[in-house]
């Protein structure tokens, strides 16, 4: 597959704009002299479907490449085998295809570091073995602690405890583990609560799974939609609920980095029938705000 890459630098040092043949050696398609902590960057158009190799020349410093405004940084992964002291070598693909933004970050004020960029066509049979074992390492498991409630519901119990109407949950706590990739859209939430029902001198003990699928990722913040599916019990009732809802998460993460990592603040709602209680047809409200870890 054919390409163009345009390099465009905003400090008028050297630049390598070149047509992209299909053979299989890697072009160099950029070559910029990065000096001091200042503002310089460089503009390249990239092709998300290339692999492309970067080459720092320079004691310090390290490539920081992503689309303008609030993008995912392109993924760099260092080749430590290829690098020595003032000469490293990464491996990257951006996320996104088209306009770039490239600069090296943590120069001090005398250093000075040549950055390149090459193309490799052909996405050598090396080079996406490596990116395959990238993908598979970052799919992690995180742990998240929220507090929610949900709003009222009816609740009658032939059995030792009865409640005719019971008023919105009080602060209840969720555990939470979530099983989750950067590079995939699905997320897998397995976890518990447990909610007071206030007047009622009752709890609610549940136990829900949560698939994800993110739709959105601004920078940092991704919204998701969800459907949660949960079983709950009450303390002194033979009544167990079922929960099937749909909603949405909003997670605005620390952390600014490809694998997403890290801790991370999440706001979850959902909405959907109560099944499995003696007046059919009820809905309700829920609504949790966590933090979210992962490793």
Do not use: C
């Amino acid at each position: 597959m054919s390409g163009l890459a345009v390099a465009v630098s905003t400090a008028g040092a050297a630049q390598v704009p070149t047509s992209i043949p299909s053979d299989s050696f890697p072009i160099l398609i950029l070559e910029h002299r990065f000096q001091g902590p200042g503002p310089d960057s460089v503009l390249i158009t990239l092709d998300k479907s290339r692999v492309y190799r970067v080459e720092l020349l320079g004691v310090a410093g390290s490539p920081d490449i992503r689309p303008p405004g609030h993008g995912t940084p392109a993924f760099s992964a260092l080749l430590d085998r290829d690098s020595r002291p003032g000469w490293k070598r990464y491996e990257m693909y951006p996320f996104a295809g088209g306009l770039h933004i490239a600069r090296v970050r943590g120069l001090g004020p005398a250093d000075t570091t040549v950055l390149r960029m090459y193309s490799d066509p052909s996405g050598s049979v090396a080079a996406q073995a490596r990116v395959t074992r990238h993908r598979g390492r970052s799919w992690n498991i995180g742990i998240a602690a929220s507090v929610g409630m949900h709003s009222q519901f009816l609740l009658q119990d032939a059995g030792t405890f009865a409640v005719a109407d019971t008023a919105p949950s009080g602060l209840g706590a969720e555990l939470t583990f979530v099983l989750a990739s950067s590079f995939n859209p699905v997320a897998v939430a397995l976890g518990a609560s447990v909610e007071p029902i206030s007047g009622a001198r009752t709890r609610g003990t549940w136990f829900f799974v949560e698939p994800r699928v993110r739709v959105i990722r601004l920078g940092s913040t991704e919204g998701a939609v969800l459907l949660h599916l949960a079983q709950g019990s009450f303390s002194r009732s033979l009544i167990n609920p079922v929960v099937l809802a749909g909603g949405l998460a909003i997670t605005q993460r620390l952390s600014r980095g490809p694998l997403a990592r890290g801790p991370a603040f999440q706001l979850r709602y959902f909405y959907g029938p109560i099944r499995n209680v003696a007046a059919q047809g009820q809905h309700a409200h829920h609504v949790w705000l966590g933090v979210e870890w992962t490793p």
